[in-house]
């Protein structure tokens, strides 16, 4: 008895960007270290390129962070509150990029729609 099992055509996955993208991207949250991909070819991949604007409004917002911190009374522990969720997020953000995913930031999100390069 001879069974006739065929193989289905190997499905190539979505194209995705190359590794070098991906590492991109992660670095578009570490701080200052988002102009090393926007000042490369890769900020022309719609992957790295949504990364970077979210860790362009996360470097901002440690920006923000910094110079709040020099008033007097609430501005440091303020300014902490700050630091610890755009340190948080970043890290969201990172975990999403080794993952190759594209989601959106609390509140981060909806303020990188506003840049356009």
């Keep these: 008895m001879e069974t006739n099992t065929q193989i289905p055509p190997s499905q190539s996955p979505a194209p995705k960007s190359s590794d070098n993208n991906k590492v991109m991207a992660i670095l578009a949250y570490i701080g200052i ?4 991909p926007f000042l490369t070819d890769a900020k022309n991949d719609p992957f790295v390129k949504f990364h970077i604007k979210q860790g362009l ?3 901002i917002g440690e920006v923000v962070a910094m110079f709040i911190a020099v008033f007097p009374v609430f501005g440091p522990l303020l300014s902490s509150l700050i630091s610890l969720v755009c340190l948080v997020l970043s890290v969201l953000g990172i975990i999403n990029a080794v993952n190759h995913e594209t989601k959106e930031l609390p509140v981060v999100g909806q303020w990188a729609k506003m840049f356009h390069f």
Excluded: A, T
């Design 57 to 59: 409004v996360l470097l």
């Design 33 to 36: 270290l988002v102009v090393v």
